[in-house]
């Protein structure tokens, strides 16, 4: 299948900073990219849906001016997490879909965040 | 997209079948079965995904009821590396916009 990559794999930043992870589709166009969060034992929520060139769109509850999104390329996504504090602690997840029809989403490896 | 029922978790002995159940009785005609699976500390993976019909794939096999409102995954030879939480998902496919929504899946426990 096709190959999500996320940089970094893990982070560790003081609170209030600001922290940026990267989303790469390595081998197909991801018109459509989306940004999931998953704390310990819980299952993934997802926060955002963006789309090339577009702004993003955020779920209910996600502050758009902390979790900032750029989908500037059809391969290349980036979630800022600005003035990070210790609850967005977290496993920051992105995914990205290609075109239309049947086809699958595919995963990054995820990313670990602690803010200390 | 349709709402999806799975038991939290499940036991089965390495090297036997897993039959993991779902749920799907809302399910619309347009809507597709998906599975996933979370290895700990890792992206989901994608699995397996169908309409109608039973599908089978290097990794595993869907089956799906008549009526649709329900489905089984099957791993046929279960490995300690199987040991994951399993998401079913449905899901109008056609729509690129459509995300995944994942419920709490059931935790596959592979054991020696």
């Known amino acids: 299948g096709a190959v999500v990559s996320q940089h970094p794999s893990w982070v560790i930043c003081k609170s209030g900073t600001s922290v940026k992870i990267e989303c790469r589709s390595l081998?197909?166009?991801?018109?459509?990219m989306f940004w999931y969060r998953q704390f310990p034992k819980q299952s993934l929520m997802l926060m955002a849906t963006?789309?090339?060139?577009?702004?993003?769109?955020?779920e209910q509850g996600v502050e758009k001016d902390k979790f900032l999104i750029n989908h500037a390329s059809l391969t290349l996504s980036t979630l800022t997490v600005t003035s990070a504090h210790p609850e967005d602690s977290s496993f920051y997840i992105c995914?990205?879909?290609?075109?239309?029809?049947?086809?699958?989403?595919?995963f990054g490896p995820g990313t670990r965040l602690t803010v200390l | 997209d349709a709402k999806t029922t799975q038991p939290p978790s499940m036991d089965c002995a390495e090297g036997r079948a897993a039959n993991l159940p779902c749920n799907h009785s809302?399910?619309?005609?347009?809507?597709?079965v998906y599975w996933y699976r979370q290895i700990h500390s890792q992206g989901p993976q994608y699995i397996i995904h169908?309409?109608?019909n039973n599908e089978t794939n290097e990794m595993a096999s869907l089956i799906i009821t008549e009526d649709r409102k329900s489905s089984t995954l099957i791993l046929p030879h279960a490995t300690l590396r199987d040991t994951a939480v399993y998401y079913c998902?449905?899901?109008?496919?056609?729509?690129?916009?459509?995300?995944?929504?994942f419920g709490g899946g059931t935790r596959l426990m592979v054991k020696p």
């Open positions: 995914s990205a879909r290609s075109g239309t029809g049947v086809n699958e989403q595919f």
């Open positions: 963006s789309n090339e060139g577009s702004k993003a769109t955020y």
């Open positions: 809302t399910i619309s005609g347009n809507e597709y």
């Open positions: 998902i449905v899901r109008v496919a056609t729509n690129a916009g459509n995300m995944l929504t």
């Open positions: 081998d197909f166009q991801a018109t459509t």
């Open positions: 169908g309409l109608k």
